[in-house]
């Protein structure tokens, strides 16, 4: 499992990595954590003749509360997000996501922005960022432009990232003070990718009917996506074991579920509604 043969060259600027890009003709890709890069080139699934190194660029880390939204730079580590208190105060289970993603190597030189823009199917970021409503900033030669992670996220490995473009950083919606939220998953017990992880995001009123709900879901499908069809039937409705039940049974409404050699597309579905309804179950009773 040995590359082919690649240049190595530096970026100093996002500016500076975008003219890099523009330059390879197609044949660069950006070296970030590089935890899903390196195995694809190991294995010779992808063979750029160039690989720019953007993790100097100081600019696209840290995180900051901006507009009642967190803005998250893509070279911030998992490890980072763990340990922001500004993550831990306003949006905890990005943090607790975090602490389920790999193994602490993995955490400590993965990126947020490296997890988006490979959109992997069954990494965990993909389907809180869609239950947490993130715009995706990027920035290619054409100038800056934001995208929603339900217009982000096309497939497989597929995105609306431009091929000259960079992922600067990751806005986050802040919930409600009153939601309570949650990222549970069953992970393959090889490679700790999720077989299917969902995020819910839900508060009540002081009736005790549902008045905000978020769910994301992410590795059951070949795309992470919005649990719409959940959200609809619980939204307005009385917190109760039943309700809750029903709702999760339209986990898997929103998407076509896929099959592999470690789990099926029935088991998936399966676990899909028990998952789901697990995490509703630890934000709303």
Known sequence: MIPSTFDYVRAETVEDAIKLLVESEGEGKLLAGGHSLLPLMKFRLTSPGTLIDINHISDLRGVQLKDERLVVGALT??????????????????????????????????????????????????GVALALEAEIELQDEDGKQRVSADGFFFGPLLTALPETGVLTAVSFLIPPMHAKSVYVKYEHPASGYAVVGVCAIAGKNASGKVDFIRVGINGVSDVAYRASAVEEALLGKAVTEENIRKAALLATKDAEMSGDMFASAEYRSHLCSIYTERALKQVLL
């Open 77 to 126: 580590t998992h490890r980072d997000i763990i340990k922001d208190q500004l993550v831990q105060e306003h949006i905890p289970v990005l943090a607790q996501t975090a602490r389920q993603i790999g193994d602490i190597q993995v955490r400590s030189r993965g990126t947020v922005g490296g997890n988006i823009a490979h959109a992997d199917p069954a990494a965990d970021l993909p």
